[in-house]
């Protein structure tokens, strides 16, 4: 089989399994790329947004599958279907004005370690503070503006969409399952949105990088996966399981920072003595200063610039 298609299939996995359970999939699809990249060579690189569209396509229609029967319902339930657009608005602004700054500043699997960190946060104290009986149909506009911007704080890779939601609607009283379904049902327009956002972006290549095989096979494994994933999902919310995923958020987030702290540490400090003006010390016996301070060239060479 065509390696790219494996790599593609792996990713599939990854988006399937960490974009419904509350674990972060952009956290974990930064990171399995980075380690594909080391130990293997290949990243995806520039076609990593082609294959994203890919396996954000399979996820939507994960969540279509799974929730069909609610996304029916909601031609009887206008007011639902309020609280949800309400809840979408926060993200969405964020997501045009700031989601390329975020994206580059995060790319670091350091920083998504400890975007990690903060999603095992939310999960242990939603779990812990949960105390509501509310249903979707009787939630306060306000709170669902509240479940909104705690979505919005997802766009930061490494913090989980579904865990953030699922946390804060049960922070401002929704019941347990009632949240869950809520949250995957704010999913559809952030994630179809964001799709077909960078679908747009790729009209204007005229190469996407990347296989139509290997975007099936992502696309695929990614609906598959997140199928089972979601419906797994669903059940432990039942059974008050959510301190386990945060467990394991804590436990990737340290393992992470582990391996990439003393990467980014050595980069740096690389970094601060290009930086360092040289001396040069005269002879002696010649005419001159003590020292002078040679400054460091306007222009840098390509080398030099990618370490910056």
């Known amino acids: 089989m065509d390696s790219e298609v494996v790599r593609a299939i792996i990713l599939g996995v990854v988006q399937g399994i960490a974009e419904f359970l509350p674990i972060s999939s952009s956290g974990h699809l930064v990171i399995a790329d980075k380690l594909m990249e080391e130990f293997s060579g290949h990243g995806f690189g520039e076609a990593g947004l082609s294959l994203n569209v890919a396996l954000h396509v399979g996820s939507l229609f994960s969540i279509l599958a799974v929730f ?8 009887n339930q206008w007011r639902v279907c309020g609280l949800i657009i309400l809840a ?21 699997p350091l920083f998504v370690g400890c975007a990690l960190l903060l999603t095992a946060v939310l999960l242990l ?5 949960e105390s509501g009986s509310v249903v979707v149909p009787e939630l306060p506009w ?17 913090v989980s969409r579904s865990g953030s939601t699922i946390a804060g609607g049960m922070l401002v009283g929704l019941e347990r399952s009632a949240a869950a379904r809520f949250s995957f049902l704010l999913a559809i327009p952030p994630i179809g949105g964001a799709g077909l956002l960078k679908f747009l972006d790729l009209r204007d290549q005229p190469d996407i990088g990347i ?41 990737v987030a340290v393992a992470t920072i582990a ?42 060479s390509t080398d030099e610039v990618r370490r910056f």
């Open 88 to 108: 979408t608005i926060p993200v969405g602004l964020i997501g045009v004005l700031f989601e390329d700054q975020i994206n580059s500043a995060f790319t670091e």
């Open 259 to 300: 391996w990439r702290l003393p990467t980014v540490t050595q980069g740096n400090l690389q970094s601060e003595s290009n930086q360092t003006p040289s001396a040069t010390v005269p002879s002696p016996g010649e005419d001159s200063e003590i020292f002078v301070l040679q400054p460091e060239p306007f222009f840098y």
């Open 125 to 129: 104290v939603g779990q812990k503070m």
């Open 142 to 158: 306000l709170k669902a503006l509240i479940i909104g911007l705690f979505q919005a704080v997802a766009i930061i890779p490494g």
């Open 211 to 251: 296989s139509v095989t290997a975007l099936i096979a992502g696309m695929v494994t990614s609906f598959v996966v997140g199928y089972l994933s979601l419906n797994w999902l669903l059940k432990l919310i039942s059974q008050r399981q959510l301190h386990r995923f945060a467990a394991y958020c804590a436990i």
């Open 68 to 75: 069909w029967r609610d996304i029916l319902g909601l031609w």
